[in-house]
T-cell receptor
């Protein structure tokens, strides 16, 4: 039982390059989330997926797209990376309800030059 | 709309003294509230959560928090700080509005002096 896994752990991009961050969970959770963490700003919600087949924008969705590939996997894509997207990205999942605990992946540290 | 305000960006205490990390929230619905902890270069771990049962919630490592609806607060406390408590703490609100949108506070960094 690996919990929530994220790949890659580290990535350096040049401005304008694209990439996809991968997230998978093996806990049979329905909801999945992508956050970015920047100093002094906590975690900000980028996109979330309440259940397989649905996705919704969070607080800071601009410049990102997501795909809920199946119940296990939720990917985050940067189509044209910008230096402002330099951040640590966390994926999380929860079983179903707002009362459930979110479980977080280890994070991806992304630098855009 | 929901929001979370952590009233202190940094808190410094001496080992063995009480800890108080303050959190106020705003929510249109009856929220669920959480405290998470993040140690340096680590992921996030749940400390405790409030889900409309008892208003005084006990968590791991001696932490507890009290939900006060009239004050829209959910402050985190611990009677006696330990060096290992040094970390960043996040207050989180979640509404059961179908999407289960979850909002984090900006975080409070706790320093513990020997």
């Amino acid at each position: 039982n690996a919990g929530v896994t994220q790949t890659p752990k580290f990535q350096v991009l040049k401005t304008g390059q694209s990439m996809t961050l991968q997230c998978a969970q093996d806990m049979n959770h329905n909801s999945m989330y992508w956050y970015r963490q920047d100093p002094g700003m906590g975690l900000r919600l980028i996109y979330y997926s309440a259940s397989e087949g649905t996705t919704d924008k969070g607080e800071v969705p601009n410049g990102y797209n997501v795909s809920r590939l199946n119940k296990r996997e939720f990917s985050l894509r940067l189509e044209s990376a910008a230096p402002s997207q330099t951040s640590v990205y966390f994926c999380a999942s929860r079983r179903i309800a707002s009362t459930d605990t979110q479980y977080f992946g280890p994070g991806t540290r992304l630098t855009v030059l | 709309a929901q929001s979370v305000t952590q009233l202190d960006s940094h808190v410094s205490v001496s080992e063995g003294t009480p800890v108080l990390l303050r959190c106020n929230y705003s929510s249109s619905y009856s929220p669920s509230l959480f405290w998470y902890v993040q140690h340096p270069n680590k992921g996030l771990q749940l400390l405790l959560k409030y889900t409309s049962a008892a208003t005084l919630v006990k968590g791991i490592n001696g932490f507890e928090a009290e939900f006060k609806k009239s004050e829209t607060s959910f402050h985190l406390t611990k009677p006696s700080a330990h060096m290992s408590d040094a970390a960043e703490y996040f207050c989180v609100v979640s509404e059961n509005t179908g999407g289960f949108k979850t909002i984090f506070g900006a975080g409070t960094r706790l320093f513990v002096k020997a």
